[in-house]
């Protein structure tokens, strides 16, 4: 091989590993965008949770809701004969998903302190002694 064709390939080589290096900076830039953004929802969501918590807690022991109410939809597409349904979820941050009614008072409970749909308040009051 000639020189001047040894420094052809070894120039290519070095442009070669030139943009291999530029690909992988932009694609750690890349993965460090997409972590922030991640990092940036998971903050917005754990915002909101606090403020559910703060605005819907059991009656009966306190604990705050932990997790929103979600919605389901089904939506049909197509026409005629080639249809399909879409179940579409979305979260519902006006009323807790983890506290539950009480059929007695109405009031928001949790898991914890409701037995059959009524809280234990409710309970002590219809077996007469407090629970």
């Not at 399909?84 to 109405?106: A, H, I, M």
Request: charged share 30%; proline share 3%.
């Amino acid at each position: 091989m000639s020189i001047w064709k040894g420094k052809v390939a070894l120039f290519k080589q070095q442009q070669q590993a030139i943009a291999t290096n530029q690909k992988d900076v932009e694609g750690v830039k890349l993965a460090e965008e997409q972590k922030a953004l991640l990092e940036k929802a998971k903050n917005e969501y754990e915002a909101k949770v606090r403020a559910l918590g703060n605005t819907f807690h059991c009656q009966c022991c306190g604990k705050p809701a932990t997790k929103p109410f979600v919605k389901v939809r089904q939506i049909e597409h197509g026409m005629h004969d080639n249809t399909y349904t879409e179940t579409v979820y979305s979260d519902d941050w006006t009323r807790p998903g983890d506290l539950f009614e009480c059929k007695q008072c109405n009031e928001l409970t949790c898991a914890d302190c409701l037995e059959d749909s009524i809280c234990k308040f409710d309970w002590g009051k219809l077996i007469g002694q407090p629970l």
